[in-house]
Nanobody
Framework: QLLLVESGGGLVQSGGSLRLSCATSGFSLDDYTIGWFRQAPGKAREGREGVSCISFTDGEIHYADFAEGRFTISRDNAKNTVYLQMNNLKPEDTAVYYC??????????????????????WGQGAQVTVSS
């Protein structure tokens, strides 16, 4: 059974940092892309916003414009875990953050990696709250 579990959320002041973890089990990451998404308060599931993704197929990494330069995605193959380091957090980053997994042919993460509807497997989410 493919399982994704997020951790590391919390309350932080504006300008602070958090590191989210996405622990995976039940599958090999070798053929998968792991994406991070967020769902702001009051937004529907369909409105989950792509944050970043990392492809284990071809090593590609992609970021949403708002995440570029502030967020960093990384992986620990030995722990089957993907991380999202978030720095210089702003109140508008407040959301539930989800990690998701799916597998596509090499090169597809560039086009699909930040699209929530392209992913079939999701974690339960981690709340991130940034106070002003």
């Amino acid at each position: 059974q493919l399982l994704l579990v997020e951790s590391g959320g919390g309350l932080v002041q504006s300008g602070g940092s958090l590191r989210l973890s996405c622990a995976t089990s039940g599958f090999s990451l070798d053929d998968y892309t792991i994406g991070w998404f967020r769902q702001a308060p009051g937004k529907a599931r369909e409105g989950r916003e792509g944050v970043s993704c990392i492809s284990f197929t071809d090593g590609e990494i992609h970021y949403a414009d708002f995440a570029e330069g502030r967020f960093t995605i990384s992986r620990d193959n030995a722990k089957n875990t993907v991380y999202l380091q978030m720095n210089n957090l702003k109140p508008e980053d407040t959301a539930v953050y989800y990690c998701a997994a799916d597998r596509w042919p090499k090169g597809y993460s560039e086009y699909w990696g930040l699209l929530s509807y392209r992913y079939d497997y999701w974690g339960q989410g981690a709340q991130v709250t940034v106070s002003s």
